[in-house]
């Protein structure tokens, strides 16, 4: 059983920066047996892959729209994966999720386990 808690959405302006924090408790596979990635899913709009990063920390890969701007991590000793949020813009509102897959250096988009989201809002 693997429990995602995500946690530091909230409402900010153009040009802020936030950081998500995805806490991951699991019953099975230690930590870094998880590939772990971001998700999010904007009012009206199907859900789509922010970014992500393999077990190690040694493969990230994030979707263009992001590029540059946001930064995946991860804190081993914490269980706990990182997303850096800079200048964000209007168009990054949305629920962000966090998800983790089985697999050291899983690249698809279907993961085994989703946090509830927590909420991005980036006003103009």
């Known amino acids: 059983q693997v429990q995602l808690v995500e946690s530091g959405g909230g409402l900010v302006q153009a040009g802020d920066s936030l950081r998500l924090s995805c806490a991951c408790a699991?019953?099975?596979?230690?930590?870094?047996?998880?590939?772990m990635g971001w998700f999010r899913q904007a009012p009206g709009k199907e859900r789509e892959f922010v970014a992500f990063?393999?077990?190690?920390?040694?493969?990230?890969s994030y979707a263009d729209s992001v590029k540059g701007r946001f930064t995946i991590s991860r804190d081993t000793a914490k269980n706990t994966v990182y997303l850096q949020m800079n200048s964000l813009k209007p168009e990054d509102t949305a629920v962000y999720y966090c998800?983790?897959?089985?697999?050291?250096?899983?690249?698809?988009?279907?993961?085994?386990?989703w946090g509830q989201g927590t909420q991005v809002t980036v006003s103009s």
């Open positions: 998800a983790a897959e089985p697999n050291t250096a899983y690249t698809g988009r279907s993961y085994s386990h």
């Open positions: 699991s019953s099975g596979h230690t930590f870094s047996m998880y590939t």
């Open positions: 990063i393999s077990g190690a920390g040694l493969i990230r």
